[in-house]
C-alpha cells in the first residue's frame, strides 16, 4: 500500500514567499530605495494574492451559503490566510517604522508621519491644498440605510467622522451626533506623496492622506472633525468564463472586464487605529462582514512606495544596470546567418533583449522569408514586438499571431494589440476554450534560394515572454536556432493551435497537452533505475512554482529511492522537505534584484546530462490546462552554461535560503565565500564572452 504523502498548503506557501519579498526591504547591504521598493512589491503582491486567491475561496463559501452546505477547508485557508497575513502585517510596519524611517532621517530626508506640519511647512501644505488638491474632492455623506456610494477597488479612501459646530457642545449634558462621510483620494490628479520646501539642509515628504487630513476644517465647514482614517477595498478580479466555446469570447471577455470593477468584495482593509464604534458604523453602512475586515496600518496603498522622491539621488538607489553585448552576434551582420552556425542562447536581463528584434525585423525586411508565426501571452506596450510583425505584415509576409486573451490583467492590452495588428493584415488567432496558451515559441519560414534547395528556418523558443520591459527585471533564457528537427516540432505546435491537427508526435518537444508529463515521469523514473543500478541519481529543477500534486508524488518516490533533487522553486512550493520520503530533497529560494523566471530542468541521465528550457511551471494548470513547450538544450556548449549557472544558483549564500519542514525562509549560513548568484551569473557571462572572442 503506497504510503500517504502530504503537502504545504498552496496560498500559505505562496503567503511565504511574499514574506521573502518582504525580508529583502530589512537588508541593509542594500540601497535605501532598493529596500524601498521590495515593501512596493510586497504590497502589491499582496493585493493581487486577494484579488484572486483570496475571492476564489471567498467564492467558494459564498456558493457553499447559498446551497445551505458548508465547506470547512476554505474556511481553514481562510483563517490560516487572516493569521499569516496579519503576522505579516506587523512584520511589515516595523520594517517600515523601525528600519526604513529612521534610515531616511540618517539621509536628511523626512517623511512626515504622525504628526503636525512644522510651522515653516503650514504655508505651503495649506496653499498646495487649496490650489492642487480641493478642487479634485468629492465628499459624500454616509448615511446608514440610505443608497450606499460605491467604493472603486484599488482606490484609497478617507472616512471622516465629525459633529456639527453649535452652542450646545460646551453644555456638560451634550451627546455628540456624529455625522460621517467618505472621500476619495484623487490618485489621478495629484502624486501619493508631496516633495515639500527644503528645510536647514533637511528635505521633507508628505502622503497626500495627510495633507487632506491637515485642511479638513476647508473641506467640511461648519464641522468639528472628531477623525479621520483610511480605507480601501480588493475585488475579485478573475474573469470566469463559464463555457468559452458559446457565442463570441472576445465580446464576452470585454464584458466580463467591465464587470471586475464590479466583483465581490474579497478584502475591507482598514486604519487599525479606527474605534469601535466608527469601524461598525462603516460596516453597517457598506454592507461589510466581519470575514472581510483586514486591519491595516494609517498608511495603506503602499504599493505606492515605489513613487516615493528620492532628493538625494542616484546615491540612494541600485546603480542602473546594462544589459551586456554579444560580440558574436554583434560582428555578424545577419542574426540568420549567425544561428545558421549555431545555436545561440541569450540570457535575460543580462543580455540584450535587442537580438529578438532584431531578429524579427530581419524577417520582417529578408526577401527569402515566407512566413511568421508567434504566439502573444503578455507584451509590453507599445511594443517593439508587435512593431516588427507589423513591419513584416507590410512588406508582404504572412504573419500569424496566436493572441491568449485570458492572460489575468492583460485581456484588454492584448485586445487592442490583437486589433491594431489584425488592420495592419496580420492573420490572429484567438484563445483556444478550455485552455490558455503559455508557450513562447516564434518561427521564421523562409523559401530557398534555388531550385531544390533546402530552406532554412529559424525558431525563437524562451522561458519568458516576447516583452522589452519584463527582460529588463525578469531572469529568463532563450533559443536561437535553425535545428530542422526541433522546427518542425514547433510547427506541429502551430497546427494545434490552428486546429488543423489534434494528435502530433514531437521528437524534440515536450508539449503539455500530449508528451510533457508522460516524459517528465518517464525521466524521473529513469534516474530511480539508476540508482537501483548502483549508479547516481541526479535531479536539479528551477521553477516559478511547484504545485501539481501528481508531479510532487514523483519526487517523493524518486527521493525514497536515493535520487538527489535539488529544487529551485521561487514562489509557491507544496512539497515539504524533511520528511522521510524527501530526505533526498533540498529547496532552495532566491530572491533579488532580477526576478527568478526561467524554468530548467535537468536530469543526470548516467552522465549524458538532458537539460530542457521552459514555459512551464508545475502547477496544476501550467500541467493540464495550458499549451506549455519544453526544448532540450541540444548544443553542449550551450548545456554546459546552464548547468553552470545552475549550480551558481545552488551555492548561492547571500540571498538564497532554504525552505524548511516548517515552511519558514532559512538563510544559508555557511562558512564558503559569498556568493550572490545574479552577480556571480553575470561575471560567469561576461567571461564566457571573453573567452569566446579570444580577449
Not at 545555436?343 to 529578408?366: N, T
Request: net charge positive; with cysteine.
Amino acid at each position: 500500500m503506497e504510503k500517504s504523502y502530504k503537502y504545504f498548503k498552496r496560498d500559505i506557501s505562496w503567503l511565504s514567499f511574499n514574506y521573502r519579498v518582504l525580508l529583502e526591504a530589512e537588508d541593509e547591504t542594500l540601497p535605501l530605495y532598493e529596500r524601498i521598493k521590495f515593501l512596493s512589491i510586497y504590497s502589491s503582491n499582496r493585493e493581487e494574492f486577494y484579488e484572486i486567491r483570496v475571492a476564489e475561496h471567498r467564492g467558494v463559501l459564498m456558493r457553499k451559503r447559498f446551497t445551505e452546505e458548508s465547506d470547512m477547508d476554505a474556511e481553514e485557508v481562510l483563517a490560516d490566510i487572516t493569521a499569516e497575513i496579519n503576522r505579516q502585517q506587523d512584520e511589515y510596519y516595523r520594517i517600515f517604522t523601525e528600519k526604513i524611517l529612521p534610515e531616511l532621517e540618517r539621509q536628511q530626508i523626512c517623511l512626515y508621519q504622525h504628526s503636525e506640519v512644522e510651522p515653516f511647512h503650514q504655508e505651503f501644505v495649506h496653499n498646495f491644498f487649496n490650489e492642487e488638491v480641493f478642487p479634485f474632492l468629492s465628499p459624500v455623506m454616509i448615511q446608514a440605510g440610505e443608497i450606499r456610494t460605491f467604493i472603486r477597488d484599488r482606490r484609497l479612501y478617507l472616512v471622516v467622522r465629525m459633529i456639527k459646530r453649535s452652542k450646545k457642545i460646551t453644555q456638560p449634558d451634550y451627546m455628540p451626533c456624529y455625522h460621517y462621510a467618505l472621500m476619495k483620494i484623487p490618485h489621478s490628479k495629484v502624486p501619493r506623496f508631496i516633495e515639500l520646501p527644503p528645510h536647514n539642509g533637511k528635505f521633507y515628504l508628505m502622503f497626500i492622506d495627510d495633507i487632506i487630513k491637515a485642511n479638513l476644517s476647508t473641506v467640511f465647514p461648519g464641522y468639528l472633525i472628531d477623525s479621520c482614517y483610511s480605507i480601501k477595498i480588493s475585488r475579485d478580479a478573475d474573469i470566469y468564463l463559464e463555457d468559452e466555446r458559446k457565442g463570441n469570447i472576445i465580446e464576452t471577455i470585454r464584458q466580463k472586464i467591465k464587470k471586475r470593477k464590479l466583483g465581490n468584495l474579497s478584502r475591507f482593509m482598514y486604519d487599525r487605529d479606527m474605534p469601535q464604534d466608527f469601524l461598525e458604523f462603516i460596516c453597517t453602512a457598506f454592507n461589510i462582514t466581519k470575514d472581510d475586515l483586514v486591519m491595516g496600518g494609517r498608511y495603506l496603498n503602499l504599493q505606492d512606495l515605489i513613487k516615493l522622491p528620492n532628493p538625494r539621488g542616484k546615491e540612494l538607489e541600485q546603480p542602473p544596470f546594462s544589459p551586456m553585448r554579444i560580440p558574436y552576434l554583434d560582428k555578424m551582420e545577419s542574426v540568420f546567418r549567425a544561428i545558421k552556425k549555431k545555436d545561440v542562447l541569450l540570457h535575460f536581463p543580462y543580455q540584450s533583449f535587442d537580438y529578438l528584434i532584431r531578429f524579427l525585423m530581419e524577417a520582417a525586411f529578408d526577401p527569402k522569408v515566407e512566413e511568421i508565426k508567434i504566439t502573444q501571452y503578455r507584451v509590453a506596450e507599445n511594443s517593439a514586438v508587435i512593431n516588427a510583425l507589423i513591419s513584416a505584415a507590410q512588406n508582404g509576409k504572412k504573419v500569424t499571431v496566436f493572441v491568449e486573451l485570458k492572460a489575468r490583467y492583460d485581456e484588454e492590452h492584448n485586445m487592442s494589440t490583437a486589433e491594431r495588428m489584425k488592420q495592419a493584415g496580420i492573420r490572429i488567432i484567438y484563445s483556444i476554450p478550455g485552455l490558455k496558451v503559455h508557450a513562447k515559441v516564434a518561427v521564421i519560414l523562409r523559401k530557398g534560394s534555388k531550385e531544390g534547395y533546402k530552406r532554412k528556418n529559424f525558431a525563437y523558443l524562451s522561458t519568458g515572454n516576447f516583452n522589452e520591459k519584463t527582460a529588463r527585471i525578469y531572469s529568463d533564457m532563450a533559443l536561437l536556432t535553425s535545428n530542422t528537427d526541433m522546427i518542425t516540432d514547433i510547427n506541429k505546435v502551430f497546427a494545434v493551435l490552428e486546429g488543423k491537427i489534434t494528435e502530433p508526435a514531437f521528437q524534440h518537444l515536450l508539449v503539455a497537452q500530449f508528451n510533457m508529463v508522460p516524459e517528465l515521469k518517464q525521466m524521473i523514473r529513469r534516474e530511480i533505475e539508476q540508482v537501483h543500478a548502483g549508479k547516481k541519481g541526479k535531479i536539479i529543477l528551477k521553477m516559478n512554482g511547484l504545485h501539481d500534486t501528481d508531479m510532487i508524488d514523483e519526487l517523493y518516490r524518486a527521493s525514497e529511492q536515493g535520487v538527489e533533487i535539488d529544487l529551485i522553486v521561487r514562489g509557491i512550493c507544496c512539497l515539504i522537505p524533511g520528511q522521510s520520503y524527501s530526505r533526498n530533497i533540498r529547496i532552495t529560494r532566491i530572491v533579488d534584484t532580477f526576478l527568478e523566471h526561467a524554468r530548467v530542468w535537468y536530469f543526470y541521465n548516467d552522465g549524458q546530462e538532458d537539460v530542457y528550457l521552459t514555459s512551464a511551471d508545475w502547477m496544476k494548470r501550467n500541467l493540464n490546462r495550458r499549451i506549455e513547450t519544453a526544448f532540450p538544450v541540444l548544443d553542449p556548449q550551450i548545456k554546459q552554461e546552464v548547468t553552470d549557472i545552475l549550480r551558481i544558483q545552488l551555492k548561492d549564500n547571500v540571498k538564497a535560503c532554504f525552505i524548511d519542514e516548517n515552511l519558514q525562509n532559512v538563510f544559508k549560513k555557511d562558512q564558503n565565500p559569498p556568493v550572490r548568484a545574479q552577480v556571480e551569473i553575470y561575471r560567469y557571462l561576461l567571461n564566457t564572452i571573453r573567452s569566446s572572442s579570444g580577449k
